[in-house]
């Protein structure tokens, strides 16, 4: 009996689990990437040290607009399906409160073994092509389903898995590709916006913090409607905000931004305490130092620049407590795409069948990875994601 042929379409994270998964099924697989080698978006994860994926699952770690679709996608190919995969190629793990890296602290050691059980699983890779149409059933006059035409060449498939990512990252060839490919294959698009990105404010008084860095909570508002919290370092620009608690935040303001909505980012810059006992710590210390300015009181307690920033207009104490705990920063738009980790929006998760992945519309072609509407949070969620969908997509699409 002659081997399934699967044609993989991005050579990513879940382009290579995916082919992995199919190759391991029995099936002849082709890979095609149009960079000169895989996983370039690997080698960037966790600043070169790839948070494989976080012990914490739960739904609110992932957003799409079928939320539910999400969370059944993601059992389907669990946390302990993904650890016993990379033990099995030879990735042991370390754990830092629930963030999951490579014993090696390396992403290129990812990488590398990906490709490397690749090969040995007989995956055809075939870097430096880029796909420029996907010709199914019977729009093409051959024996195969599929009909994948790239700049050079054309590979016949019996099923195509879609894994071409989104337009994120400066990396090349995040050039949203796939999103056309989808497009012209008549699946429907939430419209991809940039995710764990930092975000712009409107002020003009940016230039005077640019650089500090500050644990505290951002609280993002719809009007008056606090839509999202999040605690952590924020770190304060010449443009606005970003940290890991605003990149959290990002994929909302994202969307509301592009809904018309007026947003605000909330800054409380000492969560553990309320007005009260800021005021009253204030207070403190000017009994204890009558010699000291009110702008000396905050000394000790915040980097200059910021001190100074919060000193604007010149507050009494009552007021500069409020500024502490409740400091309006006005968002006018996300920073671009390639400064964004991920993609917010994608091929919509009704066009998919949740158990296969295989598209409801056209049989034997299957969705992974950044490509669905689908995103994480930081800590690992995003390659969680890819893992789960390219394991589920390479192992339907190799079943006879």
Not at 98 to 122: D, F, N
Not at 161 to 176: E, F, H, K, P, T
Not at 239 to 264: D, M, N
Not at 378 to 385: D, E, F, I, K, T
Request: glycine residues 10%; proline residues 4%; contains cysteine.
């Amino acid at each position: 009996m002659e081997k399934k042929q699967i044609c993989v379409v991005g050579g990513g994270a879940s382009g290579m689990m995916a082919a992995i998964m199919a190759a391991r099924g029995g099936a002849a697989v082709t890979l095609l990437e149009h960079n000169e080698k895989t996983g370039r978006k690997i080698l960037a994860t966790g600043n070169g040290r790839c948070n494989l994926t976080n012990r914490v699952q739960t739904p609110g770690c992932y957003h799409s607009s079928e939320p539910n679709t999400a969370w059944e996608i993601l059992q389907q190919f669990s946390l302990s399906d993904t650890l016993e995969f990379f033990e099995e190629i030879g990735i042991s793990v370390k754990e830092r409160d629930g963030y999951l890296y490579p014993a090696s602290m390396q992403a290129a050691s990812v990488q590398e073994l990906l490709e490397m059980e690749a090969r040995y699983r007989k995956v055809k890779i075939k870097c430096r092509e880029h796909v420029k149409e996907i010709l199914p059933g019977k729009k093409i006059a051959s024996q195969f389903p599929f009909l994948v035409k790239t700049e050079t060449w054309q590979y016949e498939a019996d099923a195509v898995i879609l894994a071409c990512g989104s337009c994120a990252s400066r990396i090349d060839g995040a050039d949203g590709s796939g999103y056309v490919l989808t497009e012209e294959l008549g699946l429907s698009l939430v419209e991809p916006l940039p995710a764990l990105v930092p975000l712009i404010g409107k002020e003009k008084y940016f230039s005077k913090w640019a650089g500090v860095r500050v644990e505290g909570r951002i609280s993002l508002l719809k009007g008056t409607e606090v839509v999202d919290t999040q605690e952590g370092e924020l770190q304060l620009t010449d443009y606005g905000i970003s940290g890991i608690p605003v990149f959290q935040c990002s994929a909302l303001a994202a969307r509301l931004l592009k809904e018309g909505q007026k947003l605000t980012a909330m800054l409380d810059f000492l969560p553990a305490c309320t007005i009260e006992e800021i005021r009253q710590l204030l207070g403190k210390r000017r009994e204890q130092c009558p010699y000291k300015s009110t702008a000396a009181l905050l000394t000790g307690l915040f980097p200059e620049k910021l001190c100074q920033v919060l000193m604007e207009g010149k507050p009494d104490l009552f007021a500069l407590a409020e500024k502490i705990k409740e400091f309006p920063v006005k968002i006018k738009k996300t920073k671009g795409f390639e400064t964004a980790q991920v993609c917010t929006g994608g091929v919509s998760l009704s066009e998919v069948n949740p158990r296969t992945l295989e598209c409801k519309r056209i049989p034997g072609l299957y969705l992974a990875g950044e490509l669905l509407d689908t995103d994480g949070i930081c800590g690992g969620y995003n390659l969680q994601w890819a893992w789960t969908t390219g394991a589920c997509a390479g192992k339907e699409a190799a079943k006879c």
